[in-house]
């Protein structure tokens, strides 16, 4: 069976992500910091799909170990999909460089040792799927989280040119960028609840999205259509908006 690996397995995406992967026939490696959470959401997937599931330890901060981990993994890896991210406190990331460093760390750069792994791999094996969450943060820069934003438009970048050096391969690189999902990532936010989507909607535009072989995909739709708008804003009309 192919087997997916999940980078950031305890988020709230990557779970829905996790149940429709393994519904569909994946085996899964979950990978992340909390190896108890990871270990009970392991059964249960497990129970549910019959799937085989296991976990593994992943510190986006802690690249110098990402080398021996894709090492044990990759003879039995098919698929990664990356799910890590943190907001951060954007406030006190203005004037703390070691809070920004973190932000820009585990959004973007503590993300690409692995995945450049997986790439390399999956290119001389000609066939593999790297799926990577960035974010619509990432299209333009705003004034009360462009420390994310730059973080995940940097990570946006890196897959698009992951895809294009990839492609003559056959392996397939997906974008995705939600809008606002309700996770933990949003805690405490006061959001208009009509723009919030669930983590299963998400999933299931992902694993529609591998399968039809799509390269970017916004989560749900309509934020193609609001980004769209967003991108196009005059800039001084955009720095006006408190967004
Ligand atoms: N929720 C939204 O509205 C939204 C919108 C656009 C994009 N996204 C993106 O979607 C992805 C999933 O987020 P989510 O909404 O499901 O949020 P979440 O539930 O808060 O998940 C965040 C994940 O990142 C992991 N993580 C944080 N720091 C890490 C580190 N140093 N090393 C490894 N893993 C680390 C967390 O692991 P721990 O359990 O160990 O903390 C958790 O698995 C993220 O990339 C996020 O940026 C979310």
């Not at 910091?33 to 549910?48: F, G, S």
């Not at 997906?174 to 009509?194: F, H, I, N, Q």
């Amino acid at each position: 069976m192919p087997l997916m690996l999940i980078l950031g397995a305890t988020s709230e995406i990557a779970r829905a992500c996790a149940l429709r992967f393994a519904q569909e026939g994946w085996d899964l490696c979950l990978a992340g910091r909390r190896m108890d959470v990871l270990q009970a959401l392991a059964q249960e997937l497990h129970d549910k799909t019959g799937r085989a599931v296991d976990c593994m330890e992943f510190d986006a901060l802690a690249s110098s170990t990402h080398a021996a981990l894709w090492d044990s993994v990759k003879d039995r890896t098919d698929a990664v999909l990356c799910a890590v991210g943190i907001l951060g406190d954007q406030i006190a990331a203005r004037h703390d460089n070691a809070a920004a460093d973190r932000i820009l760390r585990v959004n973007f750069t503590g993300l690409v040792p692995l995945l450049s792994m997986a790439a390399d791999t999956f290119e001389q094996r000609q066939r593999g799927l790297i799926i990577g969450i960035s974010s619509v943060a990432g299209d333009r820069g705003r004034g009360s989280n462009y420390l994310y934003g730059s973080a995940k438009a940097g990570f946006t970048a890196f897959l698009s040119g992951l895809r294009a050096r990839l492609a003559p391969s056959g392996v397939q690189v997906l974008t995705v960028k939600p809008g606002l999902v309700a996770s933990p990532m949003l805690e405490g936010r006061d959001l208009p609840p009509y723009l919030i989507a669930s983590p299963e909607t998400v999933a299931r535009d992902i694993a529609n999205a591998v399968r039809k072989g799509r390269r970017t995909l916004y989560s749900p739709w309509y934020w193609r259509v609001i980004m769209l708008v967003v991108k196009h804003l005059p800039e001084r009309l955009f720095m006006r908006l408190k967004a």
